[in-house]
T-cell receptor, first 110, second 113 residues
C-alpha cells in the first residue's frame, strides 16, 4: 500500500523562526514529490516540487532522501502569512494520481 | 495567471439525488482530475481523464460516479444517487502533461442531507 505520513502538528512558532517538516513515504518506486499548502477550507496550492538534489525557493527549501524515503520542507524567517497546512504529496511511478499526506499544520504567531 | 475554476462553490442536495459538479481546467492543459476531501481528512484521488477517456480511477470512483468533457472547456463530475457519505469538498485539477504539477480549482462543497 502506498502511503504518505506526516506529523499533523500543530507547530506553533513565532514570527522569524525557522521551522522544518518531514514526511515519509512507503514505497521506493516513487517518481515525483511536491509540497502543497492548504489554507482552511481552500484548495491545495502548489508550493514547490522537490528535486533529488534539493531545491530552494526564497525562504523555502525542500530536500529529498530516497534512501530513507523522506522529504523535508524548511521555512526560514517565518511570516504570519505562512500559517497554513503543508501537504506532502507523492506521485508513484506508473500512476498519474497524487497521493496526499494528512498535512502538517503551522501556526505563526506575532 | 490562468487558473482552474469550479461551479457551484456550494451544492446542497437530498440523499438519492443526482448532482453535477463543473470545472473549467486551465486552457492548454491536457490532463484533468477530480479529488475529494472529507472534512478533517486528507485529499483523496478519484479519477484522471486524458484524451476523452478515464486513464486512472480509485476504489472510491464506483458506478455512482462518472466524468465527462462535454465540450472543449468544461469537465464534469456526476454523482448519480448521492449518499450522506458523499458530503465533501470536491476539487478539480489539471496539468499540462501526466506526471507534472497539478493545479487545483477552488472546490465545490457538496452537502448531502
Amino acid at each position: 500500500r502506498k502511503e504518505v505520513e506526516q506529523d499533523p502538528g500543530p507547530f506553533n512558532v513565532p514570527e522569524g523562526a525557522t521551522v522544518a517538516f518531514n514526511c515519509t513515504y512507503s514505497n521506493s518506486a516513487s517518481q515525483s514529490f511536491f509540497w502543497y499548502r492548504q489554507d482552511c477550507r481552500k484548495e491545495p496550492k502548489l508550493l514547490m516540487s522537490v528535486y533529488s538534489s534539493g531545491n530552494e525557493d526564497g525562504r523555502f527549501t525542500a530536500q529529498l532522501n530516497r534512501a530513507s524515503q523522506y522529504i523535508s520542507l524548511l521555512i526560514r524567517d517565518s511570516k504570519l502569512s505562512d500559517s497554513a497546512t503543508y501537504l506532502c504529496v507523492v506521485r508513484w511511478t506508473g500512476f498519474q494520481k497524487l497521493v496526499f499526506g494528512t498535512g502538517t499544520r503551522l501556526l505563526v504567531s506575532p | 495567471e490562468p487558473e482552474v475554476t469550479q461551479t457551484p462553490s456550494h451544492q446542497v442536495t437530498q440523499m438519492g439525488q443526482e448532482v453535477i459538479l463543473r470545472c473549467v481546467p486551465i486552457s492548454n492543459h491536457l490532463y484533468f482530475y477530480w479529488y475529494r476531501q472529507i472534512l478533517g481528512q486528507k485529499v483523496e484521488f478519484l479519477v484522471s481523464f486524458y484524451n476523452n477517456e478515464i486513464s486512472e480511477k480509485s476504489e472510491i470512483f464506483d458506478d455512482q460516479f462518472s466524468v465527462e468533457r462535454p465540450d472543449g472547456s468544461n469537465f464534469t463530475l456526476k454523482i448519480r444517487s448521492t449518499k450522506l457519505e458523499d458530503s465533501a469538498m470536491y476539487f478539480c485539477a489539471s496539468s499540462s502533461h501526466g506526471g507534472v504539477e497539478q493545479f487545483f480549482g477552488p472546490g465545490t462543497r457538496l452537502t448531502v442531507l
